[in-house]
């Protein structure tokens, strides 16, 4: 059974910072892609970052700049270091873990953490 548990949400002042933990359990050997996605209250769920097993990162336009994504491959983990926070970066963030062999379109995603910017 994959799974994957977030830690490191919760309230911050503005243009503070904050960092994000996903670790991945359940015998998996490799990921290929892991990342990060939110969503807030009314909208659509959105990329935040990926990056790939080799360190190809990706980030959404806006946190582009603020935010870092980095993985530890032997631990089979994600963080995601959130500087400058807005409060319209107020969301729930969720991890993802997928790879091509999995059969699964959309991978698995964490139960999510709540990040929260408000002064």
């Known amino acids: 059974q994959v799974q994957l548990v977030e830690s490191g949400g919760g309230l911050v002042q503005p243009r503070g910072s904050l960092r994000l933990s996903c670790a991945v359990s359940?015998?998996?050997?490799?990921?290929?892609?892991m990342g990060w996605y939110r969503q807030a209250p009314g909208k659509q769920r959105e990329l935040v970052a990926t990056?790939?097993?080799?360190?190809?990162?990706n980030y959404g336009d806006s946190v582009r700049g603020r935010f870092t994504i980095s993985r530890d491959n032997a631990r089979n983990t994600v963080y995601l270091e959130m500087s400058g926070l807005k409060p319209e970066d107020t969301a729930v963030y969720y991890c993802?873990?997928?790879?091509?062999?999995?059969?699964?379109?959309?991978?698995?995603w964490g139960q999510g953490t709540q990040v929260t910017v408000s002064s």
């Open positions: 359940g015998g998996i050997a490799s990921i290929y892609l």
């Open positions: 993802n873990a997928n790879s091509p062999g999995w059969g699964r379109p959309f991978g698995y």
């Open positions: 990056i790939t097993s080799g360190g190809y990162t």
